[in-house]
């Protein structure tokens, strides 16, 4: 058995993840500037969005040929979470449906005409079609029980047709929908979004940013926290062919990619970076929003330059503490050591730090074993002051001879 199979799972809990997005809105210190306040007139004025809607009925069988298609109705924006349903709700979806029990709708964003994309009820919509394509088989149903273990393709014929002739409801927020200038017809769509999902479960802040500042610099943060080395490191299933057709099971369980938190671990590299690079004081969950507010017009050679600079400090660093970085005595990977030699190696690359690879794991072994200097490296605090010293601790860790 090897050294390895002794580690814990280096993935945090779910609690650990709640905690690290409740952490994200500790007070900035004192110094810290203040917006000034809009008058009530101003803000009415700019908050105003003008929403042309409809409503439409769909049959299953027209949702199920349109949506699988992909012809006029994108089920999967790149702003959408990444839940999914256990199929014990699936199958209780399938079994109101089948009792005419009516459901809530669906909400439909027409970005061109007879274009659109599933703003909310997407696991509704996404669960219908996978049972109609024989993607799961019907469990704990109350009413219907002798369907149970049932695919869709099992089912009396009656039943199929009764199925598919069946309606859901959809509310479309028409083309029409948009302020005065072009550059503001995204921000109303991720309003609305925004919106319509706290009326479920909440999103979390990395899903909410997901959505509300979409670009190419957010798809490529998506593309790297699907690293093959970073999710080793995190203890995330790696990635494999046409994963999101559906989501393997075990990558659909895993708590940071469920919660977004692996998005959330790149963005605070540039975040945390951009912090100390130009001198910002805010919350931390200002500081990520406005790292992905400043990126969103980013061309993609400078999208291209940000995830070359990741990668390499990513893997300097997996190679420089032996394939196992950015873990406790304990062996837990720890976030904000994760952060600090992050940020540190990226401020001041060494070229040398193979070559001085025993001094800089000694060094990182004191600090860890110095009571002041660990709670600098580990300690929950996240005010700009306690994220630069830890980042100027990891500085002088990787700078031992």
Known sequence: MTEESFLPDPSPSEDEVEEWFEEEDEAVDSESESEPPKSIDDKYAESQVRVV??????????????ATSNSWINR????????RWDSRKRSHLIESILMNIPIPPI????????????????????????YMDNGFRLRGLEFWKELNGKYFKDLPLLIQRGLLRRTMSAIVLLAETKRKTSADEQDIRMIMFRRLNTGGAALNPQELRNALYQSSFTSRIRNLSRDPTFARIWGIPTKGPEENQPVPADLAKNV?????????LVLRFFAIRETIQL??????????DDCLERHQNDGDDQVEASSVLFLRCLK??????????????????????YDALMVAHSLQPLSDTLARKVPI??????SLADPVEYDTLIGRGNTVDSIVDRVKLAQRILAAT
């Open 279 to 288: 001198g910002l004081r805010a919350p931390l969950r200002r500081l990520l």
């Open 316 to 337: 300097d660093l997996d190679d420089l503490f032996d394939h196992k970085p950015f873990r406790l005595p304990e062996g837990r990977v720890s976030r904000p050591l």
């Open 361 to 366: 794991q000694n060094a990182l072994q004191r």
């Open 107 to 130: 909400f439909l964003y027409e970005n061109e005409y007879n274009q659109y994309e599933v703003m909310d009820g997407r696991q509704r919509l996404d669960t219908t079609i996978e």
């Open 76 to 83: 999967s924006p790149d702003y959408q979470r990444r839940h």
């Open 256 to 264: 940071l990619y469920r919660t977004m938190a692996d998005c959330e």
């Open 53 to 66: 809607r409809s409503n439409m009925d769909f049959s299953l069988h027209m949702l199920r040929e349109s």
